[in-house]
């Protein structure tokens, strides 16, 4: 390792004294260079200058000899440019003179032709105003004898009209008589035929709304057997839960009053029964429109199908609702558990069959007669004119069917 070392430093001085002198020769070199250098740089400025002292005397001797020249040259020159001015002004006289006689010319022979053009556009327009005099003439003798003629065909026209007239006018009299009295026959049949299809539709209006009330009756029925039976079936589950009978809570204010108002409204079907007639006489002069209202009325009814089905799913909703009560923090002491709000009917369905036994009511009556306040009230109502169940009319809310009406 050691002698590897020696011979890696012994090389490596060999390399500097190299590299040393390897500078040295490039530095004289470098001296020799910039020497030869200078000594030529002052060689050529010598020689630059000799040459620009040369071209300096041969420039002014040039000059001079071009100046004495061209003083020389000036007289011939002007007396050149004067013969050239007198030459070109002769010429110019020339041509100008020659050009005048030449236009004068041209102007006596173009007059002339303009002379001759006019007499021959003079005699032209004369033939031509003598041809169209005499056509206008033969012109006026045709208009005349059309006129004579039109005149006769007139006169036997009108003979012929007043021929014609007096033997249709009968005719015509009794055909307008036969029209008139076919008229006042159609609309006296379409007048019994209107009025007797609204009777039918008003007819068979009448017996789906009794129906439908009939239907209502049923359900409200079935409902209110319904919730006993959950009253019943809570009170039985609150007994076994907490080991205390606890006696059974009233229904919501909505619900009874929705019972209330199911139970009044048994006289209404027959006051109903008894408008139609009053109002055929007001409504003979307007169109029969109404089989496709029975068509909608028959299609913006489907509430009391949604609460049977509602009502049939009601028992599973309000078995889970029992099954998951915990027992309160404060011991037994503590009121039962309030009744499953599945028990209660959904508000805009309470509120459309108010509105379908009450034929329409106000805002307020419908507040006080299912004892909800306002802020439900127009919940319920927005949702059912959004689904075009009901309508608005002078701050009356009525079903959609009864509106059309």
């Not at 009295?181 to 009025?195: C, D, G, N, P, Y």
């Not at 509430?303 to 799913?313: C, D, F, I, K, T």
């Not at 307020?364 to 306040?373: A, P």
């Not at 009230?377 to 009525?398: E, F, G, M």
Request: charged share 20%.
């Amino acid at each position: 390792m050691a002698a590897l070392n020696d011979q890696w430093q012994a090389a490596r001085q060999l390399r500097q004294s190299v590299v040393v002198k390897r500078r040295e020769q490039v530095a004289a070199k470098l001296s020799t260079w910039q020497q030869e250098r200078f000594v030529s740089g002052d060689l050529l400025r010598q020689k630059l200058a000799q040459t620009a002292r040369t071209l300096q005397a041969e420039t002014g001797q040039w000059l001079a000899q071009t100046t004495e020249q061209r003083a020389a040259q000036i007289p011939q020159m002007r007396q050149a440019l004067l013969n050239f001015t007198e030459q070109l002004q002769a010429q110019a006289q020339r041509l100008l003179a020659s050009y005048q006689a030449d236009r004068h010319l041209k102007k006596i022979t173009q007059r002339q032709h303009l002379s001759q053009e006019r007499q021959e556009l003079q005699d032209v327009v004369s033939e031509l105003h003598l041809s169209f005099i005499q056509d206008l003439q033969v012109i006026q003798r045709q208009v005349w004898a059309m006129q004579q003629q039109v005149a006769v065909e007139r006169a036997g026209y009108r003979q012929h009209q007043a021929l014609i007239r007096a033997s249709l006018w009968p005719e015509l009299v009794h055909y307008l008589a036969d029209l008139q009295t076919q008229v006042e026959a159609t609309l006296t049949s379409l007048t019994e035929a209107r009025q007797q299809a609204e009777v039918n539709c008003r007819r068979q209006r009448q017996q789906e709304r009794l129906a439908l009330s009939t239907r209502v009756d049923e359900l409200f029925d079935r409902l209110n057997e319904f919730r006993q039976q959950l009253q019943v079936q809570r009170s039985q589950l609150t007994a076994q839960v907490w080991g205390t009978e606890s006696p059974i809570s009233n229904l919501p204010e909505a619900a009874q009053a929705v019972s209330k108002v199911a139970a009044k409204p048994d006289s209404q079907p027959s006051a109903r029964l008894a408008s139609p007639g009053a109002r055929s006489t007001s409504s003979v002069n307007q169109p029969v429109a109404h089989p496709t209202t029975a068509n909608s009325a028959s299609t913006a009814r489907p509430m009391p199908l949604a609460r049977s089905s509602a009502v049939g799913s009601m028992p599973q909703t309000s078995g889970t609702t029992v099954a998951t009560l915990t027992p309160p923090m404060a011991g037994p002491q503590t009121s039962a558990p309030s009744a499953p709000s599945s028990q209660v009917q959904p508000l805009e369905d309470v509120v459309y069959n108010y509105l379908h036994l009450a034929n329409g009511a106000h805002l307020s009556e419908i507040e006080s007669e299912l004892g909800i306040n306002r802020f439900q009230a127009v919940d319920a109502l927005r949702a059912l004119i959004q689904k075009n169940l009901i309508v608005k009319h002078d701050r009356t809310y009525r079903i959609q069917e009864e509106a059309v009406l």
